[in-house]
């Protein structure tokens, strides 16, 4: 059994810093415009030609893909990773929309060009990794709603067409969890449509915050009984949770 998490947040909000809490038993595929900062295991994609090059890597070019990169962490760890955190999927739907403009379409248009290659993108996602037991952390950008120029506190999914309209990657995943700046603090929503967040386990809060790891004094004060939010305790808990449900399969 494995978990596929969605991790939403607007620029800034502090998505990527989640995964301070994970170890080596994690692989990240960066694509996200910028340096990976963190001592996990690694891949940077510094440029996108077309999803199998990214998938599947090409051997011509000598370019490494994703598929190349997590059978060189097994051969390095003796082991395939637990989690493959992938950041971003919004950054990578954005490559896929520029190649889309600007190429030829195989599919016969844009807007067909962009639903096949994200639809290469989900199945390989399930297929090879969810299927062989790893757990999926899908970092993705969101959007204020801005209504007369005011945020409603409505968070709008990214992208595109049809994969946009049918729900984007919140609508690939049951587990889904939004960070939210609240004044000088941030939130973790876990429930709230209006949020992008979403779970199937009925024992969590709606919301947890997250501490401040540059000045923990700085960080909201808790309740008895609440704790700060933690990536690594939020997906032990979701597979944990798993482990009860797949007792019950037939």
Do not use: C
């Amino acid at each position: 059994m494995s978990i596929k998490l969605v991790v939403n947040g607007i620029a800034g909000a502090g998505k990527t810093t989640l995964l301070s809490s994970l170890g080596e038993e994690t692989f990240v595929v960066s694509r996200d415009a910028k340096d990976f900062g963190f001592p996990l295991p690694h891949m940077l994609v510094d440029t996108y030609y077309d999803m199998n090059t990214l998938l599947y890597g090409n051997e011509k070019e000598e370019i490494d893909g994703i598929m190349q990169k997590i059978e060189k962490y097994n051969d390095h760890f003796g082991k395939y990773p637990e989690n493959v955190v992938i950041d971003s999927v919004s950054q990578i739907t954005m490559d896929v929309i520029d190649v889309a403009s600007q190429t030829p379409n195989v599919y016969g248009s844009q807007g067909a060009e962009i639903t096949r290659e994200l639809a290469i993108f989900t199945k390989f996602i399930h297929e090879v990794l969810e299927l062989n037991g790893m757990n999926v952390i899908l970092m993705n950008h969101v959007t204020e709603e801005k209504v007369d120029g005011k945020t409603t506190g409505v968070y709008l999914p990214f992208g595109q067409g049809q994969f946009k309209n049918k729900g984007g990657f919140y609508a690939t995943t049951n587990e889904a969890i939004t960070i939210v700046p609240e004044g000088s603090n941030r939130a973790v929503y876990i429930r709230g449509t209006d949020k992008q967040a979403r779970t199937t386990d009925s024992s969590l809060p709606d919301k947890m915050w997250l501490q401040n790891i540059v000045d923990p004094s700085k960080s909201k004060k808790l309740k008895e009984g609440e704790s700060y939010f933690s990536l690594k305790d939020h997906m032990d808990h979701l597979l944990s949770k798993q482990t009860d449900v797949k007792k019950w399969s037939l």
